[in-house]
Antibody, heavy 122, light 107 residues
C-alpha cells in the first residue's frame, strides 16, 4: 500500500538548516508529484513547494523562495526538503504529500507522511 | 496569494445533525479545491477532491457542492468520530493555500 515515511523530530538553532527526508513506498515514484506542507502549532497548514520526481523540476511558494530546496533521489524513492536560515517561527510539523497535475482530475494530496517535528530554539 | 475564507470558525453539533461548512475563494479556482479532516496530532486526511468528489474510503455522509468561488462541505448524520478540524485548500494557483479551519465539536 502507499506509504510516505518521514524521519523523526529535529531541534535546530536559529540560523541553522534542516534537511528532511520523505521516502515513498507502494507506488511508482516518478508518476506522482510530491508536495511539502508545514503546520505551526495551532495554525492551519501552509504549502512550501512541490517537486516532479521524474525530472526534478520544482516550484516553491514565494514566501520561501530562496530559503527552501526540494530534491529527490530516484534510487531510493526519497524526496528531501531543505530549509535554510531557520527562525523560531519555522517551528512546525513538516509533512510530505503525494500530488498529481490538477488537470488530471485525480485526487491531489491524497497520501501524507506522518510528519516531522522541527523545533527552532536557542 | 489566493485567500480562502472559511465559516464558521467553530461549531457544536449533536450526533445525527447535519452540519455545513463553507469556504469562499478570493477568485475563481476551476473547482481545484480539496476538503480535509484533521484530528489532533495527525496529518490532514483528504475527504473531497476536485470540489465535489468523495475520496475513496470516506463515508458517504460527507458530501460537497461547488460554484465558481463558493464551496460547501456537508456532513449528514454527524457521528462522534467526525469531531475534528476541517480545512479547505485551493490547488489551482501557486502558492496553494488553505483556509483557517473550522473546528467541529460534538455535544
Amino acid at each position: 500500500q502507499v506509504q510516505l515515511v518521514q524521519s523523526g523530530a529535529e531541534v535546530k538553532m536559529p540560523g541553522a538548516s534542516v534537511k528532511l527526508p520523505c521516502q515513498a513506498f507502494g507506488y511508482s515514484f516518478t508518476n506522482f508529484y510530491m508536495h511539502w506542507v508545514r503546520q505551526a502549532p495551532g495554525q492551519g497548514p501552509e504549502w512550501l513547494g512541490i517537486i516532479t520526481p521524474d525530472d526534478g523540476s520544482t516550484s516553491y511558494s514565494p514566501k520561501f523562495q530562496g530559503r527552501v530546496l526540494i530534491t529527490r533521489d530516484r534510487a531510493t524513492n526519497t524526496v528531501y526538503m531543505e530549509l535554510d536560515g531557520l527562525k523560531s517561527d519555522d517551528t512546525a510539523v513538516y509533512y510530505c504529500a503525494r500530488g498529481v497535475p490538477e488537470y488530471t482530475g485525480w485526487p491531489n494530496f491524497d497520501y501524507w507522511g506522518q510528519g516531522a517535528q522541527v523545533t527552532v530554539s536557542s | 496569494d489566493i485567500q480562502m475564507i472559511q465559516s464558521p470558525s467553530s461549531l457544536s453539533a449533536n450526533v445525527g445533525d447535519r452540519v455545513t461548512i463553507t469556504c469562499q475563494a478570493g477568485q475563481a479556482i476551476n473547482s481545484y479545491l480539496n476538503w480535509y479532516q484533521q484530528k489532533s496530532g495527525k496529518a490532514p486526511r483528504l475527504l473531497i477532491y476536485a470540489a465535489v468528489h468523495l475520496q475513496a474510503g470516506v463515508p458517504s455522509r460527507f458530501s460537497a457542492t461547488a460554484s465558481e468561488t463558493h464551496f460547501t462541505l456537508t456532513i449528514n448524520n454527524i457521528q462522534p468520530e467526525d469531531a475534528a478540524i476541517y480545512y479547505c485548500q485551493q490547488y489551482d494557483y501557486v502558492p496553494f493555500t488553505f483556509g483557517p479551519g473550522t473546528k467541529v465539536e460534538l455535544k
